[in-house]
C-alpha cells in the first residue's frame, strides 16, 4: 500500500510538473521564409532556456515567400509549407507538405507574426490586402488571446548581390530607411507591435562587427542569428536580454555583448538606429 501510494504521489506530480511546464511556455508561430529561419530557428530555444523560459517555437517556410504569396496559399489551402517545429526542449521536427490552416491548429498559440520577402520590405504597396486579408485568416482561427506581431525584415550588406539589391540603388542605409517607413506604416495601420530585426542588424553594424551580420549578403551568418533571436526574446518575453549567459559556437564573447546590447536598444527604439557602446 506504501509502496502504490508513493509512486501515486509520484505520478500526480509529474503530471502536475508537465501541466506548469505547458502553462507557462510561450507558443510563438513565425509565418514566414528564410528571414523567419534565421531569426527563430537557431537560438531562440536556447536563449529562453539559458534565462529559465518556455518557448515552443513554429515556422511555416517558404523560400523567399511574400505576402501575396502567404495569402494565395491560404485561400487554396495550399500545402507548399516545411513546417520546422522546437519544442520546450529544444527539439526540432521538420514536416513537409503542410498548409498555414493545418498549423495554426497545431498548438494554442500565443503569438503569431507576419513578415514581408526582403525584397519588397521597403515598398508598402507590396504589403496590402495580403497583409489585412492574412491578419482576418489567422484570427478567425487561432485564440481570441493570440496576439499577432510584425517582424521587421533587415537591410542587405552593402556588397550584396541579391537581383533585388539595385531597386534600393545599392544603398544599405536607403534600402534601411525604405524598410522602416513601411514595416511602420504597416504597424500603424494593423495595430501590430514590431520585432525590430532590422534596427538590430543597423545597430550591431555600427560596432565593432562592422557589415559582417551576413553569410552571402543578405541571409544572416552565426551572429546575426544571434542577434535576431536576442530581438525575439527580449521582445516577445519582455526580458532583458543583455546577460544571457547562453553563447552560440562560432560567436565570441565580444560580439556576443554587442549583440545583446544592440538588440536591447533596437527594442526600446524599433525604427531608429542607436549607438552602441
Not at 509549407?81 to 500565443?110: G, M
Not at 527580449?234 to 549583440?259: C, D, I, K
Amino acid at each position: 500500500m506504501k509502496r502504490l501510494f508513493v509512486s501515486l504521489f509520484a505520478l500526480v506530480l509529474t503530471v502536475m510538473t508537465a501541466w506548469g511546464a505547458q502553462k507557462d511556455t510561450l507558443r510563438i508561430l513565425a509565418i514566414g521564409n528564410s528571414f523567419s529561419w534565421n531569426a527563430v530557428e537557431q537560438n531562440l530555444s536556447a536563449i529562453a532556456l539559458a534565462d529559465g523560459k518556455c518557448a515552443i517555437i513554429g515556422n511555416m517556410y517558404i523560400g523567399g515567400c511574400s505576402l501575396e504569396r502567404h495569402w494565395k496559399n491560404a485561400q487554396t489551402d495550399n500545402d507548399d509549407y516545411s513546417y520546422r517545429k522546437i519544442n520546450q526542449y529544444d527539439v526540432k521536427t521538420s514536416f513537409k507538405n503542410y498548409t498555414l490552416e493545418k498549423a495554426l491548429a497545431d498548438e494554442p498559440w500565443d503569438i503569431v507574426t507576419f513578415q514581408q520577402a526582403s525584397h519588397f520590405s521597403g515598398f508598402p504597396d507590396t504589403y496590402e490586402p495580403y497583409l489585412g486579408e492574412l491578419i482576418e485568416y489567422v484570427r478567425a482561427r487561432v485564440p481570441a488571446g493570440t496576439q499577432l506581431w510584425w517582424h521587421q525584415t533587415w537591410a542587405y550588406a552593402t556588397t550584396s548581390t541579391h537581383k533585388a539589391f539595385p531597386d534600393y540603388d545599392k544603398d544599405q542605409d536607403k534600402m534601411y530607411a525604405m524598410i522602416m517607413a513601411a514595416s511602420a506604416k504597416a504597424c500603424k495601420e494593423h495595430k501590430l507591435p514590431v520585432i525590430p530585426c532590422g534596427t538590430t542588424m543597423q545597430n550591431l553594424r555600427g560596432t565593432f562587427v562592422g557589415d559582417n551580420v551576413t553569410k552571402d549578403g543578405f541571409h544572416l551568418n552565426p551572429l546575426g542569428c544571434y542577434a535576431a533571436a536576442c530581438t525575439w526574446y527580449q521582445t516577445l518575453f519582455g526580458e532583458s536580454v543583455v546577460g544571457n549567459a547562453f553563447r552560440p559556437q562560432y560567436v565570441s564573447e565580444e560580439e556576443v555583448e554587442a549583440a545583446q546590447k544592440s538588440a536591447a536598444a533596437a527594442v526600446k527604439k524599433p525604427f531608429k538606429v542607436s549607438k552602441i557602446k
